[in-house]
């Protein structure tokens, strides 16, 4: 008889969501470079669903440079303006020139001498933040997006409101939103007590 896997409602059957959601959906990312990635990817999604930039990832990926930051400043105006003619990604102005203002941003920070990923932590004290969701409680922001959304903003980011904050924690492992009839939420909580910057 097959053990029936329980999973969040939100990835359905499509397989490309469910391998991001048993595979990357919650688990927690040090790493600067990888968490920047992803804050660019959740702003594309404004106004979208997750799906629809997920299939484009590895578009974004190529058209970005891997979302090195210090490559993406240093791409010309003219290839900044093809991007508008890539049907590979979202061909959204404000949303394309988000992603160098982003870069921008991010490098600004590092010349204070401080490192993306302990900016983004301090947030959560540094911890993921475990949760025991049942399903028709888990909130789309709270205090800490609100504080993380304000301090990026003033840091010179684009497309990081609190909504956007908060899909970004979820998927970063800064809390764990997997409810807990989940087969993902133990083995996610066990990654989180793990996690160290």
């Known amino acids: 008889m097959t053990k029936?896997?329980?999973?969040?409602?939100?990835?359905?059957?499509?397989?490309?969501?469910?391998?991001?959601?048993d595979t990357?959906?919650?688990?927690?990312v040090s790493d600067s470079q990888e968490l920047?990635?992803?804050?660019?990817?959740?702003?594309?999604?404004?106004?979208?669903?997750?799906?629809?930039?997920?299939?484009?990832?590895?578009?974004?990926e190529k058209a970005f440079c891997d979302f090195n930051p210090h490559k993406i400043v240093q791409l010309s105006e003219d290839y900044q303006a093809s991007l508008m003619q890539n049907a590979g990604i979202i061909r959204n102005r404000l949303k394309i020139e988000?992603?160098?203002?982003?870069?921008?941003?991010?490098?600004?920070?590092?010349?204070?001498?401080?490192s993306f990923n302990e900016f983004l932590w301090q947030f959560s004290d540094g911890q993921p933040r475990i949760f025991a969701r049942q399903g028709g409680d888990i909130p789309t922001s709270d205090?800490?997006?609100?504080t993380m959304a304000k301090a990026l903003k003033k840091a010179g980011f684009s497309f990081v409101g609190t909504t956007i904050c908060y899909a970004f924690m979820q998927a970063v492992g800064?809390?764990?939103?997997?409810?807990?009839?989940?087969?993902?939420?133990?083995?996610?909580?066990?990654?989180?007590?793990?996690?160290?910057?």
């Open 36 to 60: 920047f990635a992803k804050l660019c990817l959740d702003g594309q999604q404004a106004g979208l669903s997750w799906i629809t930039i997920l299939r484009k990832q590895s578009n974004y």
């Open 143 to 146: 205090k800490v997006s609100d």
């Open 98 to 114: 988000s992603i160098f203002k982003n870069a921008r941003a991010y490098l600004a920070l590092e010349e204070q001498g401080i």
């Open 24 to 28: 990357v959906w919650g688990r927690p």
């Open 4 to 21: 029936t896997i329980h999973r969040c409602s939100w990835c359905g059957t499509d397989p490309e969501y469910v391998h991001y959601h």
């Open 174 to 197: 800064m809390v764990n939103d997997h409810v807990v009839t989940c087969h993902c939420y133990e083995p996610t909580c066990d990654a989180m007590r793990r996690f160290s910057l």
